[in-house]
Structures are given as structure tokens and as C-alpha cells.
């Protein structure tokens, strides 16, 4: 969904990391939330849906197929006055607090999309419909290298998986 991390990642040592490991614990807590992004512009994030742009506290919702200018518009459609009473208006599960918490932690880690679902959660730094996607997929259940999607699939640690799809 979202732009990618030009350096090359070394997920293992990403895994290992304090601030990985600290957004981890922020994530797993989550409930109801599905998707937790920042974009390239790094004042806009996008949860479940909902662009935000923290700066010009102004709000819209993800376009269907659309590249950044497309998130960016949405962003700054409409104003908010707080971002607990946005994302309560949206049913969003979270905080103000707990959400920037995550934010910060994405950040630090070098995340740009956190996708949340029952089988796992991924944390992904290259997100690209062009160029292809790649991160660290988390999920308590034993996946088979060969029943994925993903061009490059590896365990990496119990419970923790590297992939990629290239495009």
C-alpha cells in the first residue's frame, strides 16, 4: 500500500532490535485495528482506512488504487479538532496516545505498514504496488514455505518469518 524504504533491510537484524521489539509488544496488544501506516510524507498515517494528516489536523479515507498525491488529497480533506475524537467517530479502537505510541515506534524501527490479522501480523518496510513488498511476518501457527504467496520466504526466529514479493 505504501512507499518503500530505499536501504537494504537485514531482517534478522531488524527482529533483534530494541526498537522492533518494542513496537512488537505495542502491536500485539492492539484490538480491532487491521492497518496501521505512515507514508512516505511522514506527517500522514493511515489507520484502518482513515489518512491523517497530523500536521494540518485534517482527515479523509484511503482512495481505492491511488499513489501518494491520491492519500495526500484525502488527508487533507476534511478538518478534526482532536485526534481521539477522530478516531473515535471512526470506531477506531485506540488512543490518541497508544495510536502516536505505535506511530513513534513504526518509525524508529523503519516500518512503513503494520497489517494486523488473525492468522499474523506483518510489519513491512518496502511497500510498493511497482516495485513489490518486504518485511517480517509474525504468526504463532507453523507456515510451509510453499503454501505462500511470497517470492522469498524464511524463518528466521520461532514464530517470526521474512518475505518479499517482487514485482
Given at each position: 500500500m505504501f512507499g518503500s524504504n530505499e536501504k537494504a533491510v537485514d531482517s534478522s537484524v531488524l527482529l533483534k532490535s530494541s526498537e522492533f521489539r518494542s513496537l512488537h509488544q505495542s502491536v500485539v496488544s492492539l484490538d480491532n485495528i487491521e492497518n496501521i501506516a505512515v507514508l512516505p510524507d511522514k506527517n500522514y498515517i493511515v489507520i484502518n482506512g482513515t489518512v491523517i494528516n497530523l500536521a494540518k489536523q485534517t482527515f479523509g479515507y484511503s482512495p481505492?488504487?491511488?499513489?501518494?498525491?491520491?492519500?495526500?488529497?484525502?488527508?487533507?480533506?476534511?478538518?478534526?479538532?482532536?485526534?481521539?475524537?477522530?478516531?473515535?467517530?471512526?470506531?477506531?479502537?485506540?488512543?490518541?496516545?497508544?495510536?502516536?505510541?505505535?506511530?513513534?515506534?513504526?518509525?524508529?524501527?523503519?516500518?512503513?505498514?503494520?497489517?494486523?490479522?488473525?492468522?499474523?501480523?506483518?510489519?513491512?518496510?518496502?511497500?510498493?504496488?511497482?516495485?513489490?513488498?518486504?518485511?517480517?511476518?509474525?504468526?504463532s501457527r507453523k507456515i510451509p514455505k510453499d503454501s505462500t504467496r511470497f517470492d522469498l520466504f524464511e524463518n528466521i526466529e520461532e514464530d517470526f518469518y521474512h518475505f518479499a514479493v517482487y514485482n
Open positions: 481505492e488504487l491511488g499513489f501518494y498525491n491520491s492519500y495526500y488529497e484525502e488527508g487533507d480533506r476534511t478538518p478534526y479538532t482532536s485526534l481521539d475524537s477522530l478516531l473515535n467517530a471512526h470506531s477506531i479502537k485506540i488512543d490518541s496516545v497508544k495510536a502516536m505510541a505505535v506511530i513513534k515506534g513504526m518509525k524508529d524501527a523503519g516500518i512503513s505498514d503494520v497489517g494486523i490479522r488473525k492468522e499474523g501480523i506483518s510489519y513491512r518496510w518496502k511497500v510498493s504496488a511497482m516495485y513489490g513488498e518486504e518485511g517480517i511476518l509474525y504468526s
